[in-house]
């Protein structure tokens, strides 16, 4: 049989998985100093959300002690994880799916409900890895317009539809940092059909102020279609090792256990996330110190008259006018920020918390990129 040239392989692949825009994350340090030619230890990575504090001492002992073990297939079950997981939640272990990183329970939800022909829900700005996943499905994302440049929920509600699977839901969101309070966020979820999974993304929830803090996993015996995801990425200062949860009706996490990889969260990650988990004192220094790093960055954009957006997360989003040229100029300086062009956002970029010496070098290099770039958009 004659075979056409464009009758490739890669030709092949459905359309809605070649016309899938790669994910873009933030410039690791090693490529900044190859391409700039500058020595990697001077260099500040203020790109992924990361913990700047470094994994805790105790999660690193733990790691240690775990490395006589490589051999072995991790635990395919987390039982120790889901145990300890499931007494501080307060729900039962079956009712958690661990995944690699959460970004992997996002994955998986698409997975186990996501057809072509069906739609999944997001807002405007939300995280982009939402239409990512829905997309790799061959489902239809409808995206709805946010308000204030956080999710509109009203709008959102009136956009579900016979067809609408799934809807998504990141709050704190990134990159916006915007946040919903609980009582408006479960009056939405009351209102959702409940032949609709609603994934709630709290991946910066540890960074909210106590009294802001929600016990969404609460709510799923009222509301059987909710999931809720967390990660050990941010907070718990594991992004490296990749793990998160999501947690939801013990049905719908079978149906998620049928769908992952056997063996998707590797052995270290669960002895790291457990230490961690203990850890509690850790994540609350954490939370202060972006609470106060938060401030220094506000305070810092609002002497350079740029506008920004207040957040709930480690990471503040702030409007940079040539946000390319400002982004490029912060490089040459060693400080790695991340461009949202992507997200729809050409004129922002975004921060994240640093520790304050990383801060207050961010804002000194930031005030000279500005300057130098040409007529940046100034707020006020
Ligand atoms: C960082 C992030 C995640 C997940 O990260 P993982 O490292 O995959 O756990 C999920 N949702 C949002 C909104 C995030 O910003």
Known sequence: MKRSPLHTAAA?????????????????????????????????????????????????????????????????????????????LRVAPEQIVLGNGSNDVLELVTQAFLRPGDDALYSQYAFIVYPLATQARGARGIEVAAKDHGHDLDAMLAAITGNTRVVFIANPNNPTGTWLAGDVVERFISAVPRDVIVVLDEAYDEFLDPSERTPSTAWISRYPNLVVSHTFSKAHGLAALRVGYGVMDAAIADLLNRVRQPFNVNSLAQTAALAALEDTQYVEDSRVLNREGRRQLEAGLQALRLRYLPSRGNFVLFEAGDAMAVYQALLRQGVIVRPVANYGLPAWLRVTVGTAQENERFLASLARSVAASSDPLRAH
């Open 12 to 88: 092949n692949a459905p359309d809605y998985v070649r016309a899938i825009a790669p994910y873009v994350g933030g410039k690791p340090i090693d490529e900044v100093a190859r391409e700039l030619d500058l020595d990697p230890a001077t260099i500040i990575k203020l790109a992924s959300n990361e913990n700047p504090r470094g994994a805790s001492p105790k999660v690193q002992a733990a790691i240690a002690a775990a490395l006589g073990d490589l051999t072995r297939y991790p635990d395919g079950n987390g039982y120790a994880l889901k145990a300890a997981l499931a007494s501080r």
